[in-house]
């Protein structure tokens, strides 16, 4: 199985920044929209945001709309999320996943639908 490279977790205080990056080199980035996840402690892995292949559609778990942002360069072949006014309850394990789609403007909301996943980045929120 193909895996992504995550980055850019760490520990924040609440009201705090922080911005994970996906790399997926060797593929035709453009291709796959992403998708983000997290998972805390003794709890069912979460939908967050997902992004198309295009970048031109974006959809986003209730509890992160207007925190967080998902963009993508694809010339670079990155996916980010931006996540701002975190909370500790944002506290997790965030996963980044990749599904290879035809038409660039679709997303997905499901774990289950994506092809590739990231090894995952603690994210930590402190109150």
């Known amino acids: 199985q193909v895996q992504l490279v995550e980055s850019g977790g760490g520990l924040v205080q609440a009201g705090g920044s922080l911005r994970l990056s996906c790399a997926a080199p060797?593929?035709?980035?453009?291709?796959?929209?992403m998708g983000w996840f997290r998972q805390a402690p003794e709890k069912a892995r979460e939908f967050v945001a997902t992004i198309s292949g295009s970048g031109a559609n974006t959809y986003y778990t209730d509890s992160v709309k207007g925190r967080f942002t998902a963009s993508r360069d694809n010339a670079k072949e990155m996916a980010y999320l931006q996540m701002n006014s975190l909370r500790p309850e944002d506290t997790a394990v965030y996963y980044c996943?990749?599904?290879?789609?035809?038409?660039?403007?679709?997303?997905?909301?499901?774990?289950?639908?994506?092809?590739?996943w990231g090894q995952g980045t603690q994210v930590t929120v402190s109150s």
């Open positions: 060797g593929r035709t980035f453009s291709k796959y929209t």
């Open positions: 996943a990749a599904r290879f789609s035809l038409a660039t403007g679709a997303t997905y909301h499901v774990a289950d639908e994506y092809n590739f």
